[in-house]
Every structure is written in C-alpha cells, then in structure tokens.
C-alpha cells in the first residue's frame, strides 16, 4: 500500500492541539501583571485605553491643576482689594461728613492770584473772610466769600477765625505778620479776659516756597497762643486751573499748644519731641493739644479732599530738597 505524505499543515495542527491539551491552555498565555513586569518602560494603560497618570508625562490638565493654586491666590488679593477700596470710600466720604458738620472759619491775608485761587477752594468747605490792601470787594462778594480791609486789623480778627492763610510774597512776608502781631495780642487779651482763662489763638499757616525763613519768622513773632503750620503747595493758578488731583501738598506741623515740634520727628509717629527734648505724644493728655491736632487734620483735609498728594516733610528737608533740585 502505498501511503501519501500528510501534509506539513495537519502535522502542525496535530502537535499545537496535543501540547494544548497537555498544559490546559496556559503556555501561550501570560498575566496582564507578568506583562507589565517585564515592560517596566511600557506606557501602562487602563482598562478603558487611557495612558495611566503614573507613567505619563505631565498633562495639560496636570499644568492646571499646579497653576490653580496661584490663580485662587490672586483671586483672594482681588477680593481684598476691592475690600479695601469699598472702606476707602466710606472712610472718606464720612470724613467728608465730619469736615462739613464743623466747618472752619478760614482768613486769608493778601487776596491777590494767589489769594483768591486758594479761597475759591476753601469756600467749599467753610465761611471765609478775606482782607488784603487793594479793595477786592466785588470779586469777594462774586467768590461768595466776605471782604475786610487790611487797614482794619481788628475788624478782621473780630470774625473769630480758626485758621488765618498768609498769602503775600515773601518779601512782604515778615512785614505782614509784624503789622499784625499788635492787633492779635490786643484779641486774645480781650478773648481772655472775656473768658476768664486760657484762650487758643488762630492756626497761623504759610504758603511760601521757602520754608525756614517763614517757620522761624512765625515762631519768633506770632503769640504763643497761636498754632503754626508751614505748608508749601506746590501749585499754582495755572498748574491748578483743572483741579487740585495729584498736585503735591508740602507741610510741616510746626506748633501745637505752645509746643514746638523738633524738626527731625517723624511725621507720622505717634510720638514727637519738642525743641527742648521733652518727649510729647499726638494724645497728650490735653484738650487744648487734641483740639489743636484736630485743628490742623481738619486743614489739611482740605486739601486732600481736593485731591492733593499729601507729602509731610520738615522745612529744612524741604529747603534742601528745592536747593540741590
């Protein structure tokens, strides 16, 4: 008999289905886990085809996740911000509210440019009185503010002032205020002894652009019981035609309650020290120094509530500062 060769393909078949049986199945087949071991550069992925986080590169979602941090933290300052802008307006707007329910009554000696440009700004905010050597008469009463003459002192002081504005030229600065020092002693005698004690005289405030010389003529000559501020803004009718905002305002408390302020103290510290060296605090306990501090904030919110740049700063600094600019 002759026997046909089987063919190779049924010879393979016939070994694969014997070593099949033999094993259970499982020769050919190895474990998810097994797979993995041995591919440790695999990219692994989960059930569903996705790239498992723990071998793959950072992902977008993985760069938002780390920048969320930093954006939640600008959120926050935002919110503060906007906080912080809400009470400033409030803040103001009530000192706004406390500057208008006691207004103060402000002179201003020497109604020239200069004179009438501060006073048309002071109007706003209280009752002034203005007196210089020329009759300015009409232009007050269209101002809405009241014109005394120069040559009547008295006249002047009688309108019972908290604050007087020297506005004269340097050159005419010393002579004004010696011409007044007679009448402003003869008032206080009088307020005193109406009184029957002490008695607070008129802030006396400056506005040249050299401050030494109109700090120390101030001190020298005005009566102990007046107040003395030294400002200098620096503006005038023409930079300050459109408003007052972000134009600087330069002062120097100089006197409370007969306390002279050391030039060197810090504006904006609670405590001060005196030409003598005696120690003083902004809360002395004192009703004629409170009232006098409260005197001059009042003031100054004048001018801040017209938007000027604040700046605290001691004649002598500014007048170095002017020198070497």
Excluded at 62 to 68: C, E, F, G, L
Excluded at 97 to 115: E, M, Q, W
Excluded at 132 to 147: H, I, K, L, P, Q
Excluded at 163 to 168: F, H, K, P, S, T
């Amino acid at each position: 008999m002759i026997h046909s060769p089987v063919p190779k393909r049924l010879v393979l078949f016939l070994i694969l289905n014997l070593f099949w049986s033999t094993t259970g199945g499982t020769a050919f087949m190895t474990s998810k886990a097994e797979t993995i071991a041995a591919c440790p550069n695999r990219k692994r992925k989960a059930d569903n085809g996705a790239v498992s986080p723990m071998s793959a590169s950072p992902s977008d979602d993985d760069k938002t996740a780390a920048a969320a941090p930093v954006a939640g933290k600008l959120e926050e300052l935002k919110q503060r911000e906007a906080a912080l802008s809400k009470l400033l307006a409030e803040v103001r707007t009530e000192k706004l509210s406390a500057l208008r329910s006691r207004p103060l009554s402000i002179g201003v000696i020497g109604f020239g440019r200069f004179g009438q440009f501060i006073a048309r700004s002071f109007q706003k905010y209280g009752r002034v009185v203005v007196t210089s050597r020329s009759d300015y008469t009409e232009v007050a009463n269209g101002m809405g503010v009241e014109y005394v003459p120069l040559s009547d002192p008295d006249s002047f002081l009688a309108e019972d002032l908290d604050v007087i504005v020297v506005a004269v030229s340097i050159l005419s600065f010393e002579g004004t205020i010696k011409n007044l020092v007679g009448p402003l002693r003869k008032y206080l005698d009088a307020k005193s002894e109406a009184s029957g004690g002490k008695v607070r005289g008129p802030l006396m405030v400056d506005v040249l652009s050299v401050k030494e010389h109109a700090r120390q003529t101030m001190i020298d000559l005005l009566p102990p019981e007046c107040d003395i501020m030294c400002t200098h803004p620096m503006f005038g009718p023409d930079s300050g035609k459109d408003g007052w905002k972000g134009l600087n305002f330069v002062y120097e408390k100089t006197r409370i309650d007969s306390v002279i302020f050391d030039p060197a103290h810090s504006e904006g510290s609670e405590e001060f020290t005196d030409q003598e060296g005696c120690l003083h605090s902004i809360h002395e306990d004192s009703e004629s120094h409170v009232e006098g501090m409260d005197r001059m904030e009042r003031f100054l919110s004048i001018w801040e509530e017209e938007g000027c740049k604040m700046i605290g700063m001691s004649c002598k600094e500014h007048d170095s500062y002017a020198a070497n600019s």
